[in-house]
C-alpha cells in the first residue's frame, strides 16, 4: 500500500480539496493507494470565511502551527502531496526543505495562485512573487487543473507537469425530469468571494425579466435584485445536486483578468453533469468546455448575455439538446471514471 500524506488547503467543506482529493480518498484504494489528508484550515475556517466574517487571525496561528507539527511525520509516508503551498504568503522554506532532503513530493495547482503574489500591489506579497515558481521547478510533479498553469508550470522549468482537470462524481449527477412551467430558473453556484461575477450580468438579466418570468437561483452566497427575483440558497454538499437540478440554465460570468485565467470551470462542469444549458464568458478553460461540448454560448457583452440567454429561454428544445450534449460531454472528459486511474498512476509512478 502507496503511503501518501496530502497537505491539503482546507477540510472537506474547501471545494478545492474536497474536488482535488477528498473524492478520491475511498475509490483510490482499490489502486492500492492510501491517502492521508491534512487540511490547513478546518470546517471553522471555513465557516468564518462563508459567513461574512473574514478571517479569524488566531484560527489561521493554530493552523499554522499544527502544520509545522504535522511536517514532522512526512518520514512515515512513500509521498507527500502538496495543494498549491504550504504556508499561503509565508516564504517557502518548508518546501524547500522536502526538496533538500530528497523527499519525493507533488505540488498540485487548480487555481493560478502565482498571480495572488505576481499582480498584488502590497510591497510585502509581491516580494513573493517568484515562490509558486520555485515550489513547481523543486516538486518532483507538478499536477495542474488547467492548461494556464499547464503553461505557467512549464514555462519554469519544472521537472515534470500533468494535466488534471478537476471533475465530478458522474455516479453522483444525474438529470431531473424536465418541469413545464414558464419560469425559468437561472442557476449559479459559489461562495462569497465570487459572487461579485454576477454584477456582470445584473443589468442583462434586469432586461431579461422584462419579456421572461425569470428566477435568479444563487447558491451558495448571497445576492440581491429590486427587479429580478432572486432565491438564495445555503450550500450544502447533500443538497448542491438537487439544487442544480432545479435550475433550467446555468450561468458562469468572469471577468477576464489573469486569475480568473486560472479557473478550471468547475461551475460550468456541475450544470452540465446534471443536464443543464450554460452561458459563459470565454475565459480561461470556459471558451475550451463550451465550444468542445456544444453544450451552450459563451456572452462577451451585455448584448451576448441577453442575447444568448433570451435563446434558451424562448426555446425548452434548444436547451434539452445542449443539455443531452453536456452529459455526453463531462462522462467523456470530467468524470471521476475517467481521472481516477490516471490519478492513481502518476502517484505510483513517483513511488
Known amino acids: 500500500m502507496l503511503k501518501v500524506l496530502a497537505f491539503t488547503r482546507y477540510a472537506n467543506l474547501g471545494a478545492s480539496s474536497r474536488l482535488r482529493f477528498y473524492q478520491y480518498i475511498s475509490a483510490i484504494k482499490l489502486y492500492n493507494i492510501e491517502i492521508d489528508p491534512s487540511p490547513l484550515f478546518n470546517e471553522n475556517y471555513i465557516d468564518f470565511l462563508y459567513l461574512g466574517k473574514g478571517r479569524s487571525f488566531r484560527i489561521?496561528?493554530?493552523?499554522?502551527?499544527?502544520?509545522?507539527?504535522?511536517?514532522?511525520?512526512?518520514?512515515?509516508?512513500?509521498?507527500?502531496?502538496?495543494?498549491?503551498?504550504?504556508?499561503?504568503?509565508?516564504?517557502?522554506?518548508?518546501?524547500?526543505?522536502?526538496?533538500?532532503?530528497?523527499?519525493?513530493?507533488?505540488?498540485?495547482?487548480?487555481?493560478?495562485?502565482?498571480?495572488?503574489?505576481?499582480?498584488?500591489?502590497?510591497?510585502?506579497?509581491?516580494?513573493?512573487?517568484?515562490?509558486?515558481?520555485?515550489?513547481?521547478?523543486?516538486?518532483?510533479?507538478?499536477?495542474?487543473?488547467?492548461?494556464?498553469?499547464?503553461?505557467?508550470?512549464?514555462?519554469?522549468?519544472?521537472?515534470?507537469?500533468?494535466?488534471?482537470?478537476?471533475?465530478?462524481?458522474?455516479?453522483?449527477?444525474?438529470?431531473?425530469?424536465l418541469k413545464k412551467s414558464k419560469t425559468i430558473i437561472i442557476g449559479w453556484i459559489g461562495n462569497p468571494s465570487t459572487v461579485h461575477c454576477l454584477e456582470l450580468v445584473r443589468d442583462p438579466l434586469n432586461i431579461l425579466s422584462e419579456r421572461f418570468e425569470i428566477v435568479l437561483n444563487v447558491i451558495g452566497a448571497q445576492f440581491n435584485s429590486d427587479v429580478f427575483k432572486v432565491n438564495c440558497i445555503k450550500w450544502e454538499e447533500d443538497t448542491e445536486v438537487k439544487n442544480i437540478q432545479e435550475i433550467d440554465i446555468g450561468i458562469m460570468p468572469l471577468h477576464d483578468g489573469p486569475f480568473e485565467k486560472g479557473k478550471c470551470g468547475y461551475k460550468l462542469i456541475q450544470y452540465m453533469a446534471c443536464g443543464k444549458p450554460v452561458v459563459a464568458s470565454p475565459v480561461g478553460v470556459n471558451k475550451k468546455i463550451v465550444r468542445e461540448s456544444n453544450s451552450g454560448c459563451l456572452a462577451i457583452t451585455e448584448k451576448d448575455w441577453i442575447d444568448e440567454l433570451s435563446k434558451l429561454c424562448d426555446s425548452t428544445a434548444l436547451r434539452e439538446k445542449y443539455g443531452s450534449d453536456a452529459i455526453v460531454y463531462i462522462e467523456k472528459y470530467y468524470s471521476m471514471k475517467v481521472t481516477l486511474p490516471i490519478f492513481a498512476n502518476l502517484l505510483n509512478t513517483l513511488e
Open 60 to 177: 489561521i496561528i493554530t493552523s499554522y502551527i499544527k502544520r509545522i507539527i504535522k511536517l514532522f511525520s512526512v518520514a512515515r509516508y512513500d509521498l507527500v502531496i502538496i495543494e498549491k503551498e504550504l504556508f499561503p504568503y509565508l516564504p517557502g522554506v518548508f518546501e524547500s526543505l522536502l526538496y533538500l532532503f530528497n523527499k519525493r513530493h507533488i505540488v498540485d495547482y487548480d487555481d493560478a495562485v502565482f498571480h495572488l503574489y505576481d499582480q498584488s500591489n502590497n510591497f510585502y506579497v509581491k516580494f513573493l512573487a517568484k515562490k509558486i515558481d520555485l515550489i513547481m521547478r523543486r516538486s518532483d510533479l507538478v499536477i495542474c487543473g488547467n492548461e494556464y498553469i499547464y503553461d505557467r508550470a512549464k514555462a519554469v522549468k519544472s521537472k515534470r507537469v500533468e494535466l488534471l482537470p478537476t471533475v465530478v462524481d458522474t455516479e453522483k449527477y444525474h438529470t431531473a425530469p
